[in-house]
């Protein structure tokens, strides 16, 4: 039976065409060279070192709120944040580029898929036969043995007009899972830009309430010193009184004025901190600064701290904090690159066609007859490369070994941020109370001090050092106070909470084509 016969029936040409899918279906859905990813397996105590039965410090090993910043019952400190995550510059840079990952995304992906393009040329070209003609006598003959072969000879040496339009396709069969591993790859870097906005998003939260918390501490020691500035006033005035009556000395009023001047100079440091706190926060929240005066210069005293401190356990850890989850992103892209590289090892095979129409006249180039294909497939074998693509290959394992350093490294440098953050907090809470009894302690002694200086009982210089002595420790303890407030943001910056609370947000989608302020454009 012929081969024309043989395809004659429609039934047994199928079974060579299915046979056909068949075989592509399964070189499409080969092997993927390389190893497979398995994610770390992270070395952790079991609890934390600074635990709550070691230190006396109310915290417990229960799940961190995300939300941690909700603990203070501050809603201006809420609001500041929530402005901060739609405003902030540094986070609008980082969703830019996820959508640039998502971008790279698509075009690893899209090596895997059929590639099909169209073209169309109109040309005036010479062919060079005359020359070839003449070389071989073949023109002399012609004209001396057949007048009409030289003319149509002569034809053929004219310059012609040649019009033509086709379709070109080309697939890459991924027999050895190279587009697969670049599709895995670039997975895993959209991730790791993902997780590196996340970690974006702590640090930016932290910040906003590190410079709110500092705000109202530096308020709150002002307001201190004015009120110990308005006591030394009073005592200036009272050794002012006495020593016009006769019953002081010039020098108890000298040394209440350089007391009174002291307190003073004081002033200007933390009225300056308080302006640069204001000026940070508008500029987190992506105002200029100064746009934040009218609502924040009105003094109002600390947030409460929370009563209890949850913390989680350790092993927790690599869920929550961005950069370690970010450092495995790393890994598993340097793992699946092992597989693009060693996949570059092998043949590559794709099926390539053309289909087209050609033909010097224009009315004549729709006709079938002027049409022509081509198609097959195409392998490539690399046979020399001097060496480069074994080299990618150790290349890759030397970074995917380093990349499993790195992720060591980062669990390790998390465990020690929460421990110090849990040892700070602790230490600077014992700090306060300790503060807080010795400033009570001296309110009483400058009292008596006072009382005993105007019924004559005692010197001024008791007074004065008592107040000086008051003076001082109000302001540790307001600082201490402050401290302690910067601890625990830095302890829950350590837990890594607060970007769970965000969803997605969504990707910008920019023109093709436009001006380049487009860009600019809130994502």
């Not at 201006?76 to 609008?92: E, P, V, Y």
């Not at 830095?490 to 989608?509: I, N």
Request: net charge neutral; glycine share 6%.
């Amino acid at each position: 039976m012929s081969a024309r016969s043989a395809c004659s029936t429609p039934r047994r040409c199928a079974l060579p065409v299915k046979a056909c899918f068949t075989l592509v279906a399964m070189i499409s859905g080969g092997c993927a060279v390389g190893p497979d990813y398995q994610s770390p397996q992270a070395t952790v105590p079991a609890h934390w070192h600074d635990s709550d039965e070691a230190s006396g410090s109310r915290v417990q090993s229960t799940r961190p709120d995300p939300a941690w910043w909700r603990s203070f019952n501050d809603p201006q400190l809420d609001s500041l944040i929530a402005r901060a995550i739609a405003g902030n510059l540094t986070i609008r840079q980082s969703v830019l580029r996820i959508a640039g990952a998502r971008q790279q995304q698509i075009q690893a992906g899209a090596a895997g898929l059929p590639a099909v393009e169209a073209n169309a040329s109109a040309r005036r070209q010479q062919l060079g036969l005359e020359g070839i003609l003449d070389a071989s006598g073949a023109r002399a003959q012609a004209e001396q043995t057949n007048t009409e072969l030289a003319s149509g000879l002569g034809s053929l040496t004219e310059p012609i007009h040649l019009y033509q339009g086709s379709f070109d396709a080309s697939w890459e069969i991924d027999l050895w899972g190279r587009v697969r591993r670049s599709v895995e790859l670039a997975d895993a870097k959209a991730q790791s830009a993902i997780e590196g906005r996340n970690d974006a998003l702590v640090s930016l939260e932290a910040e906003v309430a590190r410079t709110y918390l500092q705000l109202r501490g530096n308020q709150s020691i002002i307001s201190t010193l004015e009120t110990q500035i308005a006591v030394a006033e009073q005592s200036r005035t009272l050794t002012l009184s006495r020593q016009q009556n006769g019953l002081s000395p010039q020098m108890d009023v000298e040394n209440a004025g350089a007391q009174l001047s002291s307190l003073q100079a004081q002033l200007p440091q933390y009225q300056a901190g308080a302006r640069q706190a204001m000026n940070a926060l508008a500029v987190l929240i992506g105002q200029p600064p100064g746009q934040l005066d009218s609502e924040l210069t009105t003094p109002k005293p600390m947030p409460a701290m929370p009563a209890v401190i949850p913390v989680g356990i350790p092993s927790t850890l690599a869920r929550r904090r961005p950069d370690i989850r970010r450092a495995e992103a790393e890994l598993h892209a340097a793992t699946a690159n092992i597989g693009v590289s060693v996949a570059q090892l092998f043949p590559d095979l794709s099926l390539t066609g053309q289909f087209g129409l050609r033909n010097t006249e224009t009315d004549y180039l729709t006709h079938w007859s002027s049409h022509f294909y081509a198609f097959g497939p195409q392998i490539s074998l690399p046979i020399f490369q001097g060496g480069r693509l074994v080299s990618n290959v150790r290349l890759a394992r030397v970074e995917q070994a380093n990349a499993v350093l790195a992720y060591r490294q980062v669990v390790l440098n998390a465990l020690q941020d929460v421990e110090n953050a849990l040892v700070s907090y602790r230490t600077d809470k014992q700090q306060v109370k300790a503060l807080e009894n010795t400033a009570d302690s001296l309110e009483t002694a400058f009292m008596l001090a006072n009382e005993g200086y105007r019924q004559g009982l005692s010197t001024f210089i008791n007074v004065l050092d008592a107040q000086r002595q008051l003076a001082q420790a109000r302001q540790q303890a307001a600082s201490a106070r402050v401290k302690t407030a910067t601890d625990l943001v830095s302890l829950y910056k350590a837990l890594g909470g607060g970007w769970e609370v965000w969803h997605q947000p969504a990707m910008p989608d920019y023109p093709l084509f436009g001006p380049a302020e487009t860009l600019t454009r809130n994502p």
